[in-house]
């Protein structure tokens, strides 16, 4: 299993960013997808959960309406649309699948919001 995050950056508030997360040696479409973020000092915290058909999302309160997660199962891609950005949205982001109960992550990438 791979996962490869990419589009993190600097962004000021009020601004968008879009997250890509490319999967590899897995049956992509078959596998419910997840963003996570995690800020120094705390734990990691779930984001956004997107079902393996993509019929069925959710997301953290914190960033509900804000937030966009999609997938493209032509491309063994998951997004994440990230519109209306605070500073406290700064952080790393991770994409993650759990496959035969074992829990895989990208390296992450990283989001700062800041002015």
């Known amino acids: 299993v791979q996962l490869v995050e990419s589009g993190g950056g600097l962004v000021q508030p009020g601004g968008s960013l879009r997250l890509s997360c490319a999967a590899s040696?897995?049956?992509?479409?078959?596998?419910?997808m997840r963003w996570y973020r995690q800020v120094p000092g705390k734990e990691r915290e779930w984001v956004a959960f997107?079902?393996?058909?993509?019929?069925?999302?959710n997301y953290a309160e914190s960033v509900k309406g804000r937030f966009t997660i999609s997938r493209d199962n032509t491309k063994n891609t998951v997004y994440l649309q990230m519109n209306s950005l605070k500073p406290e949205d700064t952080g790393v982001y991770y994409c993650n699948v759990v496959r035969r109960g074992s829990d895989y992550w990208g390296q992450g990438a990283q989001v700062t919001v800041s002015s």
């Open positions: 997107i079902s393996a058909a993509g019929g069925s999302r």
């Open positions: 040696g897995f049956p992509f479409s078959s596998y419910n």
